[in-house]
Nanobody, 115 residues
């Protein structure tokens, strides 16, 4: 079973950028549907972006044009480049990996957007 470890979170000012990374273990990473989700205090976890094994991407409407998801199958990593960050982007960001009917989650990384 795949294991995921996120990194790259932190405190950033509004308008700033952060790059999150998710390192995965396992031998079939290239077959996984990967994604980033986030959960703000008191809110449900929501989709940020997904990327298929072949690199097709999908974004939540509020992230389009600001966030970019990418994957490197050789390095077994998925990144999320976040630009033009807003205070409402503050949340714990989770990496996910889905293969067949099984979804695995990372432990999450905190992103705080504040002046």
């Amino acid at each position: 079973q795949v294991q995921l470890a996120e990194s790259g979170g932190g405190l950033v000012q509004p308008g700033g950028s952060l790059r999150l990374s998710c390192a995965a273990s396992g031998n079939i990473f290239s077959r996984y549907y990967m994604g980033w989700y986030r959960q703000a205090p008191g809110k449900q976890r929501e989709l940020v972006a997904t990327i298929t094994p072949l690199g097709r991407t999908n974004y939540a409407d509020s992230m389009k044009g600001r966030f970019t998801i990418s994957r490197d199958n050789h390095k077994k990593m998925v990144d999320l480049q976040m630009n033009s960050l807003k205070p409402e982007d503050t949340a714990v960001y989770y990496c996910s990996a889905r293969y067949e009917d099984i979804t695995t989650w990372g432990q999450g990384t905190q992103v705080t957007v504040s002046s």
